[in-house]
């Protein structure tokens, strides 16, 4: 499996709001890693 660490988490907007940033070149390969469901957990509106 590749690890994620190598992706940079950057701060998007707020203090707590934080994504993983993966460039686009390497979202296939990223995506085939993903194993099981993704789950939303909050929704904001």
Known sequence: MA???PH???RA???TI???WVPAE???EF???IIGE????????
């Open 26 to 28: 390497e979202l296939d």
């Open 13 to 15: 907007g707020g203090r």
């Open 3 to 5: 690890p994620v660490l």
């Open 18 to 20: 934080l994504e993983l």
């Open 38 to 45: 993704i789950q939303v957990t909050h929704a904001f509106r």
């Open 31 to 33: 995506d085939a890693h």
């Open 8 to 10: 940079p988490v950057q």
